[in-house]
């Protein structure tokens, strides 16, 4: 069992149940799933970005990367419908959790002039959102061997909650967020 998985059973439920009053276990807000996406705008002047970028999130994430493809036209963007835009994979479980490890503890670190993340990057719904730059942050990835910088998206969905008792939560994870 990962750190943050026993971590979250043995201390982060009570704690909780203590501040927010719930009167069941069951109704702790809980991570449900992960969801790190690449958008790969270029992928239309090149078409081994995508390529490049799958092999990115394959090896941040440990897991088979899904191509995302535009639903609609653009002709702004030269964007046709069904052509390729992006990556992204859904972490759940077992692999949610050692990755949550890894960003809380190795790679927000590893960020440049870091001062803490937003608090005001939930949806309404207790989710929560945030966005890397490039993907060298990460420690899996060789910077010598990567072929176009990319940008990510990193989305943690969290069940039975609302965006305070998120943050909470998010903080008994440990999630470096900027003081108020």
């Given at each position: 069992?990962?750190?943050?998985?026993?971590?979250?059973?043995?201390?982060?439920v009570s704690?909780?149940?203590?501040?927010?009053?719930?009167?069941?276990?069951?109704?702790?807000?809980?991570l449900d799933k992960i969801v790190?996406?690449?958008g790969v705008g270029r992928a239309t002047e090149n078409s081994k970005r995508i390529?490049?970028?799958?092999?990115?999130?394959?090896?941040?994430?440990?897991?088979k990367p899904v191509v995302t493809k535009a639903r609609h036209a653009v002709s702004?963007?030269?964007?046709?419908?069904?052509?390729?835009?992006?990556?992204?994979?859904?972490?759940?479980?077992?692999?949610?959790?050692?990755?949550?490890d890894r960003l809380i503890s190795i790679t927000i670190p590893r960020i440049r002039?870091?001062?803490?993340?937003?608090?005001?990057?939930?949806?309404?719904?207790?989710?929560?959102?945030?966005g890397l730059s490039d993907q060298f942050v990460f420690p899996e990835i060789n910077v010598d061997k990567v072929e176009f910088p990319q940008g990510m998206d990193i989305t943690l969905v969290i069940e039975n909650s609302t965006d305070d008792r998120s943050l909470e939560l998010l903080?008994?994870?440990?999630m470096p967020f900027r003081r108020r």
């Open positions: 069992m990962s750190r943050l998985l026993e971590k979250y059973k043995a201390e982060i704690k909780m149940m203590e501040t927010f009053g719930y009167g069941n276990r069951h109704a702790v807000p809980r790190v996406n690449m390529g490049a970028a799958m092999k990115d999130l394959a090896t941040i994430t440990g897991q702004g963007f030269r964007i046709r419908e069904g052509v390729p835009i992006g990556v992204k994979v859904t972490l759940r479980q077992k692999r949610m959790y050692e990755f949550l002039d870091f001062r803490g993340l937003p608090t005001n990057s939930f949806d309404g719904h207790g989710n929560y959102s945030l903080r008994f994870f440990g």
